[in-house]
């Protein structure tokens, strides 16, 4: 009884340290995904400025 005792907590010492080692990291995921939508967003504001321009340069030149 005590052998299956050690043997348990000793599996889930290892299943825990694996865990730590490999586990996902929901702060670092929800700081990488802000990350990633101010980029979009930055992006979004780029290409739209972009398009205007253009907008301006062939539509409003015009002869």
């Given at each position: 009884?005590?052998?299956?005792?050690?043997?348990?907590?000793?599996?889930?010492?290892?299943?825990?340290?694996?865990?730590?080692?490999?586990?996902?990291?929901?702060?670092?995921?929800?700081?990488?995904?802000?990350?990633?939508q101010?980029?979009?967003?930055?992006?979004?504001?780029?290409?739209?400025?972009?398009?205007e321009?253009?907008?301006?340069?062939?539509?409003?030149?015009?002869?």
């Amino acid at each position: 009884s005590n052998m299956v005792d050690n043997q348990t907590a000793v599996l889930s010492q290892l299943y825990n340290r694996r865990e730590s080692v490999s586990g996902v990291s929901i702060d670092e995921e929800v700081t990488n995904l802000l990350k990633f939508q101010r980029s979009y967003e930055a992006n979004s504001r780029v290409i739209n400025t972009i398009n205007e321009m253009l907008d301006t340069l062939i539509n409003r030149t015009g002869v």
